[in-house]
C-alpha cells in the first residue's frame, strides 16, 4: 500500500509498493472515525489460483466421499495438476445468491458415470470445479451457465 518499505508487527520490514503483478495498490481514506481501503484484484491471472481452487475441491470431496474414493487412480491427474500444474483445467465462477463475505461448500453432483464435481463458495463467489478425469461435463456446465446467466454475471477461467 505504501510506496516506501515499512515495518510490520513483528518487527520485519516490508518492501513498499513496487507495481509488480502481486502488489496491490491500495487507497486509504479516513473521516468521522472511519477508515476506509479500496482496491481491486483480477481473478484468475495467475495459474496457481486456479490450481489453489482445484485443491479446495478435491480436499472438500475427501471431506464429503472419504479418503478410499479420492485415492483411486482416476485422480492422479487432478494430484498431478494441484502440485505440479502441468495441464490446463478450467473453472467456472458466478456471484452468489447473497451478497456478503461467506464461505459455503455443497454436497458434491454425481455424475451418471461415477464423476464428481464440486460447486463452493468462497468469500462471497460461487466456484464450480469439474473434478472427472478430463473435464467431460465442463463444456455441458459451461453450457448451461450460458443459458442461464444469459452472459451477465459468471466467467471461466482461464478464458
Known amino acids: 500500500m505504501e510506496s516506501h518499505a515499512v ?3 513483528t518487527g520485519r520490514e516490508l518492501p513498499g509498493f513496487r ?6 495498490k491500495a487507497h486509504f ?3 468521522n472515525n472511519q ?3 479500496d482496491f481491486s484484484v483480477e481473478f484468475g491471472r495467475r495459474k496457481k489460483f486456479i490450481r489453489g481452487l482445484h ?3 478435491f480436499s472438500a470431496l475427501t471431506y464429503f466421499v472419504g479418503a478410499s474414493e479420492t485415492r483411486k487412480q482416476k485422480y492422479n491427474g487432478i494430484r498431478q495438476y494441484v ?24 454436497t458434491p453432483w454425481v ?13 462471497g463467489v460461487v466456484f464450480i470445479v469439474d473434478l472427472s478425469e478430463n473435464e467431460m461435463h465442463y463444456p455441458r456446465y459451461k453450457s448451461m451457465a ?7 454475471q459468471w466467467t471461466y477461467l482461464p478464458n
Not at 507495481?19 to 496491490?24: C, G, L, N, P, V
Open 7 to 9: 515495518v510490520d508487527h
Open 19 to 24: 507495481k509488480r503483478e502481486r502488489d496491490i
Open 83 to 106: 502440485k505440479k500444474g502441468n495441464s490446463t483445467r478450467h473453472i467456472i465462477l458466478s456471484r452468489a445468491d447473497r451478497l456478503g463475505y461467506y464461505h459455503d461448500f455443497k
Open 29 to 31: 481514506t479516513q473521516g
Open 55 to 57: 485443491k479446495i475441491a
Open 146 to 152: 450460458e443459458k442461464m446467466f444469459e452472459n451477465d
Open 35 to 37: 477508515g476506509r481501503i
Open 111 to 123: 455424475s451418471e458415470l461415477g464423476d464428481y464435481t464440486m460447486q463452493f463458495v468462497l468469500c
